[in-house]
T-cell receptor, first 110, second 114 residues
Framework: SQQGEEDPQALSIQEGENATMNCSYK?????LQWYRQNSGRGLVHLIL?????REKHSGRLRVTLDTSKKSSSLLITASRAADTASYFC??????????FGTGTRLKVLA | GAVVSQHPSRVICKSGTSVKIECRSL??????MFWYRQFPKQSLMLMAT?????????EQGVEKDKFLINHASLTLSTLTVTSAHPEDSSFYIC??????????FGQGTRLTVV
């Protein structure tokens, strides 16, 4: 399977703490994206990082990419209860289709 | 950003009937659209790639006669689940690409077959 792996599978933290999720993939990529999915809903695009980039920021989100290790991480700082959701990484390897990771279920406790 | 609209958001159908799900790019033309399936608490699995004006490319293990995909125009792709069975109950999501840029996703369709 080409599907990426994410860890942890589930993460429970207190409001105000930082949450870090990791994504590993198998093939060389053009870019990697992170998405959020609230329970039973569609996907919300968070951030895209291209293969020639190492780090990107967007508000409370920080994404890193290490192409030598074929891995990426998503850091959410100062988490809020509203951040509770599933987070997926998705990689595009030049075939114009995205392959999703297994996802991390984040629960932020108020 | 670009908007992808998926319809319906929820549908319940009887076993043996067919259901059509539409995916529209509202403010851009999408030569390629993708259909994903998601089981509860699992990730999204790519089912097929839909190209305007040509046959869809299905991923391994996806029955093309079961999941009919039509991409008749640059703004519309449809997925028809034929002769639906309870095991086809799932969350189906489409996405569309604009050239080499990011993919935009629809809000998904929750299909329940009873």
């Amino acid at each position: 399977s080409q599907q990426g792996e994410e860890d942890p599978q589930a993460l429970s933290i207190q409001e105000g703490e930082n949450a870090t999720m990791n994504c590993s993939y198998k093939t060389s990529i053009n870019n990697l994206q992170w998405y959020r999915q609230n329970s039973g809903r569609g996907l919300v695009h968070l951030i895209l990082i291209r293969s020639n980039e190492r780090e990107k920021h967007s508000g409370r989100l920080r994404v890193t990419l290490d192409t030598s290790k074929k891995s990426s991480s998503l850091l959410i700082t100062a988490s809020r209860a509203a951040d509770t959701a599933s987070y997926f990484c998705a990689t595009e390897a030049g075939t114009y289709k995205y392959i999703f990771g297994t996802g991390t279920r984040l629960k932020v406790l108020a | 950003g670009a908007v992808v609209s998926q319809h319906p958001s929820r549908v319940i159908c009887k076993s043996g009937t067919s259901v059509k799900i539409e995916c529209r790019s509202l403010d851009f033309q999408a030569t390629t659209m993708f259909w994903y399936r998601q089981f509860p608490k699992q990730s999204l699995m790519l089912m097929a790639t839909s190209n305007e004006g040509s046959k869809a490319t299905y991923e391994q293990g996806v029955e093309k006669d079961k999941f009919l995909i039509n991409h008749a125009s640059l703004t519309l792709s449809t997925l028809t689940v034929t002769s639906a069975h309870p095991e086809d109950s799932s969350f189906y999501i489409c996405s569309a690409r604009v050239g080499g840029a990011e993919a935009f996703f629809g809000q998904g369709t929750r299909l329940t077959v009873v």
